[in-house]
């Protein structure tokens, strides 16, 4: 059976277990928190989570999980069959990874976890966001999904990345992200509502007090 490494706070870590869960795919959730020591190190090279466990060891990285999981497993597809459409979903993939995901992340600690963090690297974060969104803008079709008509991996960034860079972008910038796209403030209500969305959202909740906890204890 396919084991999935991680916690259910991390946003990575959820966008694989979606996938997982959309795909129908049995599986076994495996507690692991990032870390550099010599046991975390054994199953993800970084320390990084999400780790995929497979029969032949252990997979790491995101992209390279789901691009696994499509490869090698039944389910619904989640990249088209067409190299142009698949291209297009893993181009929008890295899109919102590296424009609004990891802006959005330099600022996770002021925004969710009551530290501060210095006003060049918000400064510098509040403007990749709008430069990443506007690219979300012109790339992402919402029609009705991210790239087109079908659910793809594509959504999944969108879900697990996009809603916190707007949590930063309301807190700390006092912006609406999605103002100027309905389609896509429409879309991320839709795939909240989807029943093993709701189910990860629900895990991510009960794991919410001790995450913390341990967050704390680190200040």
Known sequence: MLKLYGFSVSNYYNMVKLALLEKGLPFEEVPFYA????????????????????????????????????????????????????????????????????PA????????????????????????????VASLGRHGKFAPYVAGESFTLADLYFMYSVDLACAVGGKLFGLDLLAELPQAKALLKTLQDLPN?????????????????????KK
């Open 35 to 102: 870390g550099q020591t010599p046991e975390a190190l054994a199953v993800s090279p970084r320390g990084k989570v999400p780790v995929l466990k497979v029969e032949k060891g252990f997979i790491n990285e995101t992209g390279v999980i789901l691009e696994y999981l499509e490869q090698t497993q039944s389910g619904p597809a989640l990249l088209p069959g067409d190299a142009f459409q698949r291209a297009q979903v893993l181009a929008l993939c890295r899109e919102i990874e590296l424009y609004i995901e990891l």
């Open 105 to 132: 992340r330099t600022c996770y600690a002021e925004a969710f976890f009551g530290m501060t963090v210095p006003e060049a690297i918000k400064d510098k974060a509040r403007a990749e966001l709008l430069l990443g």
């Open 197 to 217: 969305a709701q189910r990860v959202a629900a895990d991510k909740e009960a794991a919410m007090p001790a995450f913390m906890a341990m967050i704390a204890a």
